[in-house]
């Protein structure tokens, strides 16, 4: 069997809530060994945080449980000596730390980067922070919904209306750790080939910056100020939300075939040859008496009627779902996006990654996670013991607080 691109390569992650756990989450689907370091006090604040409160209270929340299964947990105290001497000799075998602390915390524990990596030369240390390591912002705390204000995506989220608009999930802190983990995945390829480690500073900002890249460009190098459409493209028109006569549907009919094509399949062959729509620059100037045209032939029948049609001719359309209803389509479950995991009386479900790899041939070659998401500490042990701690010597340290 074909093992999977990271099997072999050993991650600690110090991070907590969603950025550094996610890119974290990232790094064990793709086959990494991912060692969790928490607190012993509680560990992992997403531990609590979900819409079930009595997995919250078990210190197993939803929120926690979605990007970290496949992880191991380890608990140490990183204010106490004999805690961060522990953490010295993980990282002295690791080939990844991920952290998301606030800049200069790792630097006033003893632990920072430049220590570590004389320790372990060839180590990849990734920093995930709110602003970056340096700037006028840098030590500024910073959660999703922050950035995502301070980035501008909130400016471009919604309609006229109702925008400024937060997306509705956290989008910055998903977007910083998936940044996290290509550019990890980047620096050990280096890192193998060179025998030198380096170190990542993540910016949510920047990477949310980044993904916004269309926007961005047309405020550089147009000097356009982009202003919120709501459930409209900017790029083109038709393309967007429309009412039908039962639900709502998404269609993109971002090319003058596919326009024409969608004309005829709602029976309005004649709007192509308006001069309001004849072209595709004209089909934007015009876009909200094209949707009226529009809309009022799809009220003759529902959205998951005219999806069907329009998927026939060639026409992108979806349907507008819920979330309970995004997971239950065949096309997810058919493809195994979900997975659930035994864990005790309760069951963990899980989402795998984005992507399957072609040569899949086992269960945790298609982008799932190996095992459940972890208990608070349920490897201390096990680990403890890899590294030469004897038994007597663990419950002293377990008595003295250092894990």
Same mark, same amino acid.
């Given at each position: 069997m074909i093992s999977l691109p990271l099997s072999g390569i050993r991650v600690l992650d110090l991070s907590n809530v969603l950025s550094g756990p996610f890119c974290t989450y990232q790094l064990a689907l793709l086959g990494a060994d991912v060692l969790k370091i928490e607190n012993p006090d509680g560990g992992d604040l997403a531990r609590r945080l979900g819409a079930d409160p009595q997995a919250s209270a078990r210190n197993m929340g939803a929120s926690f449980v979605a990007v970290n299964a496949g992880k191991e947990s380890m608990t140490l105290n990183l204010k106490h000596e004999a805690g961060k001497d522990i953490l010295r000799r993980l990282v002295a075998d690791a080939d990844v730390l991920v952290e998301n602390f606030r800049p200069g915390v790792m630097e006033r524990l003893g632990l920072g980067a430049p220590s570590l990596l004389e320790r372990n030369p060839r180590l990849v240390y990734c920093a995930i922070? *709110?602003?970056?390591?340096?700037g006028p912002l840098a030590h500024r705390p910073a959660y999703d919904q922050i950035i995502q204000g301070m980035s501008g995506a909130m400016s471009v989220t919604g309609d006229a209306d109702s925008a400024p608009l937060r997306v509705g999930y956290p989008v910055s802190d998903t977007v910083g750790g998936m940044s996290a983990a290509l550019a990890i995945c980047a620096a050990v390829l280096a890192a193998q080939r060179t025998g030198e480690g380096r170190i990542v500073d993540v910016s949510m900002l920047e990477a949310t910056l980044a993904t916004m890249g269309w926007v961005v460009s047309n405020y550089l190098n147009a *000097?356009? %100020?982009?202003?919120?459409? *709501?459930?409209?493209?900017? #790029? =083109? =028109?038709?393309?967007? #939300?429309?009412a039908c006569g039962e639900g709502r549907l998404n269609i993109a009919a971002n090319e003058t075939r596919q326009f024409v094509a969608l004309c005829e399949t709602i029976g309005r062959p004649d709007?192509?040859?308006?001069? !309001?729509? =004849?072209? !595709?620059? #004209? %089909?934007?100037l015009n876009r909200a008496e094209l949707k009226r045209e529009i809309e009022a032939a799809l009220a003759a029948d529902s959205a998951a009627n005219w999806e069907a049609r329009l998927a026939e001719v060639g026409v992108p359309a979806g349907l507008v779902l819920s979330v309970p209803d995004?997971?239950?389509?065949?096309?997810?479950?058919? !493809?195994?996006?979900?997975? =659930?995991f035994a864990d005790g009386e309760t069951v963990q479900r899980v989402t795998r990654a984005g992507f399957r790899f072609?040569?899949?041939? *086992?269960? #945790?070659?298609?982008?799932?996670p190996a095992t459940r998401a972890p208990h608070l500490s349920e490897h201390t042990q096990a680990r403890l013991e890899r590294l030469g701690f004897d038994p007597a010597t663990i419950a002293k340290l377990k008595d003295e607080g250092a894990i």
């Open positions: 922070s *709110g602003f970056g390591n340096d *000097g356009v %100020r982009p202003t919120p459409m *709501g459930n409209e493209n900017f #790029t =083109a =028109a038709p393309s967007g #939300t429309f709007l192509p040859q308006d001069e !309001r729509f =004849a072209d !595709r620059n #004209t %089909r934007k995004a997971i239950d389509q065949p096309q997810i479950a058919g !493809r195994q996006f979900v997975h =659930a072609a040569d899949a041939k *086992g269960e #945790t070659q298609d982008g799932r």
